[in-house]
Structure formats: C-alpha cells, structure tokens
C-alpha cells in the first residue's frame, strides 16, 4: 500500500490536493501533520481515514520519522508567494523531511519521492534588486528547455533557500530520493479542503479595494504574473502523486528523466494577467456591487503604501512574476481545465471579501439579479 505524509492539510494549497487525491486513490495510506487538536478535527471530519500525527514544522524529529516511513511526501506547509515568514521557506522542516527520505526503508530499489511547494515568487527578485514595481518586463521563464536557469536562481531569489535543500537532496542522494518542486503563480478559485479555502493575492486586492473605496494599482500597474484555478494546481499534485507510486520511471522528454532530481522543476499556470487591469476590474465590479462609490476609478500606489495594504503588496502586486507551465504539460499530459478565469473569479471574491469586512451589497444591483 502506498504511504503518503502531507503537510499543509488545513491550507489552501494542501487541503484542496488532498481532497484531489483521497478522491482518486482512497487506497492510499495517508499520514496528516497538523498543529493541534481543532486542525485535526477539521481533517477528521472530512477524511476518517487519514491519520493525524501532531506536531509543526519546528517538531524536526516526529517530521524525520514520518518521512522514513512514507513512499511519498506532499509537502505545501503554506501557499506562496509570501516570502521569509512564509512557512513555505521553513529551513529546518525541509532538512527533516530530506533527512527521512534518505534513512530507512529507501533504498535504489524502493525510493522515497518529495514533492515540494514553492512559488513564482522566487521570480521576483530581479526587480526586488532594482526596486522597480508596477512596471512591465520581457523576461519569460521556462521549466522544460531553460530549467537549468529557474534551478540555479541568486541566493537572494525569494524561496530559494529550501528550493536548494530539496534539489541538493534530489541530485546527492538521486537512487534513493526522488524530489519533485512545484512552483504555482497567483492562484484563485475557493478551496475544497478542511480548512482556510481561500487564496491570497486576489483577495487582498479586494479587500484594500473595498477598505480604501477604490481601485488599486502599484505603480504603472504594468506587471503580470501568471495564475491557476486552484483545482488545476491539485490535479498537478495528483499527477505526480500517482507518478511517484507507479516507481517514477516512466516519463521522459527527449530521451532524459523529466520528472525528479536536478530537471524536477514544475512551473503550474493557464495564463497570465496585468495587475494594472486585474485592479481596474476589481474597481468595475466593486462599484456594480454598490460595494464602493462610483466613479473612484484605480489610483496608483507607491512601493509603501502597497506595503500598508498588505503584507509585501508591493511585490506581489508590483512585481512581475512570468513563467510558462511546459514541462507538467510535456512529460505527465497536464492540462488546465477549470473553466473560469481569475477574471471570472473577481465578482465571486469580491462579495466573499465583502461579507468579511460586513459591507452589503447595493439593493438595486440584489434587484436587477446581478448579485
């Protein structure tokens, strides 16, 4: 029997993918961390048979030997693209999880597989250096003919670190752990786990358009960053699951490994947008909705105010993060599905975004059925 460890179950990012593959492989044996007695219950009362073990990213020796025991790690303690005090960048939770898969039971024959969650985040760094945001670039990256250039990143590269722990562990000790990172964009669409269900960059950008009574916009509001329906990225993690309990030998590209180790790279998008008009649209929809005062329009914000509205907003707003999915779409048959758009998705967060913060919407739009 397949034994899967995850973390991350009552995120947004780890709890849509678990639902994704409990509903596909209910013979998987599935191990959950979770932090406590209420996070447990959440996943209990969804999935009763999935075993909690209890602990955080910093209990370093119950995550080494959950991980000796697993055939397969799903590792997405956090969504990206926050970067630091992100879990996702947790530095000692990564060494244990590589540490386990290197002991043990795994062996040439019987390998341990990592998959791991990153983020395009880690694309920013260009204009982070030059302090840049709001305005356009040309720079494209790809996971399948340049992914030497996306698994050699600075030091500085948001995520960068744990990426190096993992892909160190998937080209050291490559006979016996195999290690796969995923790196999503700006993901949208309501989760379907246990837990948070909600994403981050597009809500917040609600949000601040809503508290501020305004559209939002950093700069010129000229960069773009890819995205994915959340159930897209789960299908991802599917794959790669049932490719790693298969053996993880079967995919090639051009007669090379194209899924673990040193090539193990896995950019998720269907697409990409501008930030300038994700804000002037948020802008529309929010004065349909009688949410805020017509005719505010989008106002430009500097670097620290973004900042004020949310946790590295300018960034994540401001600065460009463009990447093409190839490598998921040539060696596992990847394709994006869902069929709404994160413009599609704007009108759904705004309302979400609204109930939170006790705002209702206009009567005459809830009349003329447009809510």
């Not at 048979?49 to 991980?67: F, H, P």
């Not at 960068?160 to 490559?174: C, F, N, Q, S």
């Not at 998705?345 to 005459?364: F, I, N, S, W």
């Amino acid at each position: 029997m397949t034994k899967i460890f995850v973390t991350g179950a009552t995120g947004y990012i780890g709890g849509d993918a678990l639902k994704t593959i409990v509903d596909a492989h209910p013979e998987y044996e599935i191990t959950a961390l979770v932090r406590n007695t209420d996070k447990g219950t959440q996943v209990a009362a969804q999935y009763a048979r999935v075993k909690l073990v209890y602990g955080d990213l910093d209990s370093v020796d119950l995550i080494t030997k959950e991980a000796e025991r697993a055939d397969i790690i799903s590792n997405q303690p956090r969504p990206p693209p926050l970067p630091d005090f992100a879990n996702a960048d947790h530095i000692p939770s990564a060494k244990a999880l590589t540490a386990g898969l290197g002991a043990g039971q795994h062996s040439p024959t019987h390998p341990g597989f990592l998959i791991h969650t990153s983020g395009t985040g880690i694309l920013l760094f260009t204009d982070i250096r030059a302090g840049t945001y709001g305005e356009a670039s040309a720079k494209i990256y790809d996971d399948l003919e340049n992914v030497s250039e996306v698994t050699s990143l600075p030091d500085d590269a948001p995520h960068r670190p744990v990426d190096k722990i993992v892909l160190a562990a998937g080209t050291e000790h490559g006979e016996r752990v195999k290690t796969a990172i995923v790196c999503p964009p700006t993901i949208y669409g309501t989760g379907r786990g246990p837990g948070n269900q909600v994403s981050h960059q597009l809500p917040e950008l609600c949000r601040a358009t809503l508290t501020l009574g305004h559209g939002i916009q950093v700069g010129k509001g000229k960069s773009r960053w890819g995205n994915v329906h959340v159930r897209d990225l789960s299908r991802l993690y599917l794959r790669l699951v049932e490719e790693a309990a298969a053996g993880g030998s079967t995919a090639e590209w051009e007669g090379k490994p194209g899924v673990w180790g040193a090539e193990g790279y896995f950019f998720c998008e269907n697409g990409e947008h501008e930030w300038g008009e994700i804000g002037g649209l948020v802008a529309k929809e929010a004065e349909k909705l009688g949410l805020i005062e017509k005719g505010q329009g989008v106002r430009s914000l500097g670097r620290e105010e973004a900042d004020r509205c949310t946790v590295w907003g300018s960034a994540l707003w401001g600065a460009n993060s463009r990447a093409r999915a190839k490598r998921a779409r040539a060696v596992l048959g990847w394709e994006a599905v869902e069929g709404v758009t994160i413009e599609g998705d704007v009108r759904g967060t705004l309302g979400r975004e609204a109930r939170v913060l006790g705002k209702v919407v206009g009567h005459a739009e809830v009349a003329a059925g447009d809510a």
